[in-house]
């Protein structure tokens, strides 16, 4: 199993650009989210979805859209960059939302907006 | 809401060193915590998942106690190995259908030959 995949690594954006982050999961896992790690802010949940067909908003969803069209696939999409949106990205999958079930990180994305 | 902080920021040890690093969070209705691995550039590896109803888990040189009463975790790293310089990260779950982790800022240590 490859895992956890993302692409690009990464990317640099100019403002008011638009462009979808990439994340596959070979493992079949039904759960699949995405965080963003910012210096003194820590990670934090952007959006998640809890099967095909099914996302739902996190901590911070303003300027990303996600779909899950597969079980698979798990896109972020940045509609308008802003320098703001400069971060590392990470995806992450699970089997399920079970109390012993680990979460699985991909490599992340690494975004520069100027 | 759930706060989760990690003391200290850094960390440097000899080599050989057994060592706790510390975690806590403010509340304690936690469905399970974790604890990652972040090289430098790197994502995240699970080393350890403790379930709300458990008090402790192992792996190898790899020791994590939960105490929610207290709101605490540690994970305890013996015979410490340069390898093991990297970040390490707590991340408590809260009780709900969102899967949502709530992470500690890390700490970083440093194991020196």
């Known amino acids: 199993n490859a895992g956890v995949t993302q692409t690009p690594k990464f990317q640099v954006l100019k403002t008011g650009q638009s462009m979808t982050l990439q994340c596959a999961q070979d493992?079949?896992?039904?759960?699949m989210s995405w965080y963003r790690q910012d210096p003194g802010m820590g990670l934090r949940l952007i959006h998640y979805?809890?099967?095909?067909?099914?996302?739902d908003q996190g901590e911070v969803p303003n300027g990303y859209n996600v779909s899950r069209s597969t079980t698979e696939d798990f896109p972020l999409r940045l509609l308008s960059a802003a320098p703001s949106q400069t971060s590392v990205y990470f995806c992450?999958?699970?089997?399920?939302?079970?109390?012993?079930?680990?979460?699985?990180f991909g490599p992340g994305t690494r975004l520069l907006v100027l | 809401k759930q706060e989760v902080t990690q003391i200290p920021a850094a960390l440097s040890v000899p080599e050989g060193e057994n060592l706790v690093l510390n975690c806590s969070f403010t509340?304690?209705?936690?469905?399970?915590l974790q604890w990652f691995r972040q090289d430098p550039g790197k994502g995240l590896t699970s080393l350890l998942l403790?379930?709300?109803?458990?008090r402790e888990q192992t792996s190898g040189r790899l020791n994590a106690s939960l105490d929610k009463s207290s709101g605490r975790s540690t994970l305890y790293i013996a015979a410490s190995q340069p390898g093991d310089s990297a970040t390490y990260l707590c991340?408590?779950?809260?009780?709900?259908?969102?899967?949502?982790?709530?992470f500690g800022q890390g700490t970083t240590l440093q194991v020196k030959p």
């Open positions: 992450a999958s699970s089997p399920g939302l079970a109390q012993q079930e680990t979460q699985y």
């Open positions: 493992m079949n896992h039904e759960y």
């Open positions: 979805s809890v099967g095909a067909g099914i996302t």
């Open positions: 509340d304690s209705a936690i469905y399970n």
């Open positions: 403790i379930q709300s109803s458990q």
């Open positions: 991340a408590a779950r809260p009780s709900g259908n969102t899967g949502k982790l709530i």
